[in-house]
């Protein structure tokens, strides 16, 4: 992977990670908008810090399009959000552009990049207090052999030198990235675990409210059974109070007609009388 695509990946998994992770946060929180876009702000300037504007463009894409799509907020609380974000973001980019380019190119920012020039051999040796440098002719000639066999070890010193001032800042780069990669897979694994959690309660939730319509949809074909039940027997006690009244009409009827023929008969012996 080049140093190009590698900060390229750093950069936008930044962005990504921290939205999904705000999002997860919101799901959680109190349904209160000044917190939602408190915790997606956050998200969006944070990312920027990392990522520069490139992050947090990402950042502010996929946090309006999860609050619009996840939280159902309306076009103008959004418009607000993405101009103050868009601020924000801005004056941060202005305020670390050297830290976040220093720091996306694998060197630590704390500490100073400096440039070292070697000085030559034969100054060192002539700086040496090990190797005094004497004017007198005889010591002059046999200064080159001197210098000659002190050169190699000097050499070798500024190499290792080099050696270590070079490997420093990269082992320390893959270190810090080690440490965030690992928390970065931390914080998935617990955002996963909760997401599995929710939607295990989703599920649970959903099987109580089936049970509890089909408790409701048997209630109501026991209350429609009872009405019915009424309704037959209702019928039933007009059809006995119509019977019981046609039945007093007959009787009474034929207690009339037995009443009218008795006074017939008493007339008819009291007129033969």
Known sequence: MTPETRRNVLRYGIAIDL?????????????????????????????????????GLTALVLSVIALAGMFSFGALPLLLFATACAAAASALVVATRPRTAVALAGVPVSEPVSLRVDESPSLRVAESPSLPVDESP?????????????????????TTGRLDDSTAPPA?????RELEAQAREEAERELEARLAREREEAKRGKARLAKER????????????EREEAKREKARLEAARVEA?????????????????????????????
């Open 245 to 273: 009244e046609q039945r007093a009409a007959r009787e009474r009827e034929e207690a009339e007609r037995e009443l009218a023929a008795r006074l017939a008969k008493e007339r008819e012996e009291a007129e033969r009388e």
């Open 172 to 176: 320390q780069g893959a270190i810090a």
């Open 19 to 55: 939205v999904i992770l705000a999002t997860g946060a919101g799901m959680l929180l109190p349904p209160m908008p000044a917190v939602l876009l408190a915790v997606f702000g956050a998200a969006v300037l944070v990312s920027t810090w990392k990522g520069g504007w490139p992050g």
């Open 138 to 158: 005889s010591l002059r000639v046999d200064e080159p052999s001197s210098l000659r066999v002190a050169e190699p070890a000097v050499e070798e010193t500024s």
């Open 214 to 225: 089909e408790e409701a949809k048997r209630e109501k074909a026991r209350l429609a059974k």
